[in-house]
């Protein structure tokens, strides 16, 4: 069963800090696909693909290893 899960994401200001979220996201168990929209200065979103469960401590770590803030977590 595939899904997808919708990351709002604080603190992302260019290509790089989209890599390093990428880079982390794409490290948890279950993840198949991750695409981040960046907005400079605002909210960035990152819709994530999963093969199966992923627990939203999940996603909330792998943001705050890459040095963001996870604000919302969206199914």
Not at 29 to 57: F, I, K, P, R, W
């Amino acid at each position: 069963m595939s899904s997808s899960i919708t990351l709002k994401i604080d603190g992302l200001t260019c290509g790089h800090c989209v890599s390093s979220v990428t880079e982390e996201l794409q490290e948890i168990a279950g993840v198949s696909a991750v695409e981040v929209d960046l907005v400079v200065g605002g909210t960035s979103t990152a819709t994530v693909a999963t093969e199966t469960q992923v627990e939203n401590s999940a996603f909330e770590a792998a943001i705050s290893e890459a040095g963001y803030n996870l604000i919302s977590v969206d199914a």
